[in-house]
């Protein structure tokens, strides 16, 4: 156990060494990282922002089925029903025609001639069935449901999902969906490009030390031996970087924290960014750690698996 103990603080200091040696290379695979790092981080900051903007889109959007008079409580009740039991439903709020009537008499209240004009005559609005959507995703499954002809037949003017509405719902999920694959798609581009990079430099130190590791394995050194300073040179890079690319992050929101707390772009609250990025400060910092690690160790790893293949000579 102590003879372990020994060979693995010799790896760490090994790896240590390694790491001020290469300063250059260190330096050169580092910045990527960082690069790599910041997107990833950049990427999970407007993910969240991105859904906190799409969820409180989705909060104030409903689908209304506009019931004829003379559908009955038994077959206002029992659609009530199937809709609450469909997916992607979040809730079904039925409101009579008297309780329809209030909404509207709230909703225009300094409207002193709509008011009127809803006054001087018997109630002209329908009994109405809201429906708000879990997903704007899913929304096509309550569209497929309410369009079904059984369904239609109750409803006495088309549901309020339609025309230009549906047009501009169906744009704001198609962008958020792009969006965030094009988010996806930047992390795990930055993220081969810094393993590649990562990978040629520990291939470099394998190179320049190739004598140095062709005697250690001729004296027996085993293969974790000669590996695990490269591993611990990588995650040294790692680790580094994830602190880096954080502070940089940091700085950013810091500097400008006065003028984009209320600024937006599209989709984007920027003031929700900064409020996510420094409530989740150092969870996001174990994040980038983890990542950071893991891109620097298995990157080392695959160059060391192919290039420390040392095979004593035949004599």
Same mark, same amino acid.
């Given at each position: 156990?102590?003879?372990?103990?020994?060979?693995?603080?010799?790896?760490?200091?090994?790896?240590?060494?390694?790491?001020?040696?290469?300063?250059?290379?260190?330096?050169?695979?580092?910045?990527?990282?960082?690069?790599?790092?910041?997107?990833?981080?950049?990427?999970?900051?407007?993910?969240?922002?991105?859904?906190?903007?799409?969820?409180?889109?989705?909060?104030?959007?409903?689908?209304?089925?506009?019931?004829?008079?003379?559908?009955?409580?038994?077959?206002?009740?029992?659609?009530?029903?199937?809709?609450?039991?469909?997916?992607?439903?979040?809730?079904?709020?039925?409101?009579?025609?008297?309780?329809?009537?209030?909404?509207?008499?709230?909703?225009?209240?300094?409207?002193?001639?709509?008011?009127?004009?809803?006054?001087?005559?018997?109630?002209?609005? %329908? @009994?109405?069935?809201?429906?708000?959507?879990?997903?704007? /995703?899913?929304?096509?499954?309550? =569209?497929?449901? &309410? *369009? +079904? %002809? @059984?369904?239609?037949?109750?409803?006495?003017?088309?549901? /309020?999902?339609?025309?230009?509405? =549906?047009?501009? &719902? *169906? +744009?704001?999920?198609?962008?958020?969906?792009?969006?965030?694959?094009?988010?996806?798609?930047?992390?795990?581009?930055?993220?081969?490009?810094?393993?590649?990079?990562?990978?040629?430099?520990?291939?470099?130190?394998?190179?320049?030390?190739?004598?140095?590791?062709?005697?250690?394995?001729?004296?027996?050194?085993?293969?974790?031996?000669?590996?695990?300073?490269?591993?611990?040179?990588?995650?040294?890079?790692?680790?580094?970087?994830?602190?880096?690319?954080?502070?940089?992050?940091?700085?950013?929101?810091?500097?400008?924290?006065?003028?984009?707390?209320?600024?937006?772009?599209?989709?984007?609250?920027?003031?929700?960014?900064?409020?996510?990025?420094?409530?989740?400060?150092?969870?996001?910092?174990?994040?980038?750690?983890?990542?950071?690690?893991?891109?620097?160790?298995?990157?080392?790893?695959?160059?060391?698996?192919?290039?420390?293949?040392?095979?004593?000579?035949?004599?």
């Amino acid at each position: 156990m102590g003879r372990r103990v020994i060979t693995f603080g010799r790896v760490i200091r090994t790896g240590m060494v390694n790491f001020v040696r290469n300063m250059w290379l260190a330096i050169a695979a580092m910045a990527i990282m960082i690069v790599t790092l910041s997107i990833i981080l950049f990427s999970v900051i407007v993910s969240a922002t991105f859904h906190n903007t799409v969820d409180q889109i989705t909060d104030k959007i409903d689908v209304s089925v506009y019931l004829k008079d003379s559908t009955t409580d038994e077959q206002s009740q029992e659609l009530v029903k199937d809709l609450k039991d469909l997916r992607g439903v979040k809730s079904v709020t039925y409101l009579s025609k008297d309780q329809a009537l209030e909404v509207y008499r709230d909703q225009n209240a300094g409207n002193a001639a709509l008011l009127q004009a809803i006054n001087e005559t018997d109630n002209p609005l %329908p @009994a109405t069935i809201r429906i708000k959507p879990t997903d704007l /995703n899913e929304i096509d499954t309550i =569209r497929s449901y &309410i *369009d +079904k %002809p @059984a369904i239609a037949e109750l409803q006495s003017d088309p549901s /309020n999902d339609s025309g230009d509405r =549906r047009v501009a &719902i *169906d +744009k704001i999920t198609h962008a958020t969906n792009i969006l965030q694959r094009a988010g996806i798609g930047a992390v795990l581009i930055f993220a081969t490009i810094s393993v590649l990079i990562i990978f040629n430099t520990i291939q470099m130190a394998i190179f320049n030390r190739r004598d140095e590791l062709q005697i250690m394995r001729l004296l027996g050194a085993g293969t974790w031996f000669i590996r695990g300073p490269f591993v611990v040179e990588a995650i040294i890079y790692g680790m580094l970087s994830a602190v880096i690319s954080l502070l940089l992050i940091n700085a950013v929101f810091v500097t400008a924290s006065s003028s984009l707390q209320a600024t937006s772009f599209g989709l984007l609250d920027i003031g929700y960014s900064q409020q996510f990025f420094e409530q989740h400060y150092w969870r996001l910092l174990l994040v980038q750690l983890a990542l950071g690690i893991l891109i620097g160790a298995a990157s080392s790893i695959i160059a060391t698996r192919r290039y420390l293949k040392f095979k004593t000579p035949k004599k």
